[in-house]
C-alpha cells in the first residue's frame, strides 16, 4: 500500500455531477498499480440510510480514462458487504435511501490505480 494515502473534502465534480461536499481518496506517495483507500464512518446502530453518489473524480490526473476502480461498503461488526461496484470514469453512481439499519461501523473502501485516479463520493448524507 501506498505510504500517503489520504481523503480530502471539497467540491467534487464526477462525469456531469457536480457536489458541494464529497471527499475523495488518492494515493500520494509509492503508489502501485492497486492501492486500497479505507474511510470509516462510525454510526453506532442509530442511522438507518444514506444518500450519496461514487465515482472517479474528474480532477483525476491519470492519462488513462479507462482505468476503473471498484468501491466497497462494507458493515465492520458483521464483515457483511453491503454494496460493491466497479466504476468508471465520466460516471456517477448515485444511491438513495441505501439501507444502513443496524451498522455500528461503515467501511467504504476504493480500491485500484489510486496513484493518478480518484475515488471520490459526492454529497454523502446519513438519515436517522
Given at each position: 500500500m501506498g505510504m500517503c494515502t489520504w481523503w480530502n473534502r471539497e467540491d467534487i465534480v464526477m462525469g456531469n455531477d457536480t457536489f458541494?461536499?464529497?471527499?475523495?481518496?488518492?494515493?500520494q506517495l509509492l503508489c502501485r498499480d492497486s492501492e486500497r483507500g479505507i474511510f470509516e464512518v462510525k454510526?453506532?446502530?442509530?442511522?438507518?440510510s444514506l444518500d450519496a453518489t461514487f465515482?472517479?473524480?474528474?480532477?483525476s490526473t491519470s492519462d488513462d480514462k479507462t482505468e476503473t476502480l471498484k468501491v466497497t461498503m462494507t458493515n465492520q461488526g458483521t464483515g457483511k458487504i453491503l454494496y460493491s461496484k466497479t466504476l468508471e470514469y465520466?460516471?456517477?453512481?448515485?444511491?438513495?435511501?441505501?439501507?444502513?439499519?443496524?451498522?455500528?461501523?461503515?467501511?467504504?473502501?476504493?480500491?485500484?490505480?489510486?496513484?493518478?485516479?480518484?475515488?471520490?463520493?459526492?454529497?454523502?448524507?446519513?438519515?436517522?
Open positions: 458541494d461536499t464529497g471527499f475523495y481518496v488518492k494515493c454510526l453506532a446502530g442509530k442511522y438507518s465515482g472517479i473524480s474528474a480532477d465520466g460516471k456517477s453512481y448515485p444511491i438513495k435511501g441505501f439501507d444502513i439499519s443496524g451498522v455500528g461501523l461503515l467501511q467504504i473502501t476504493f480500491e485500484g490505480p489510486l496513484g493518478g485516479t480518484r475515488g471520490a463520493v459526492g454529497a454523502p448524507v446519513i438519515h436517522k
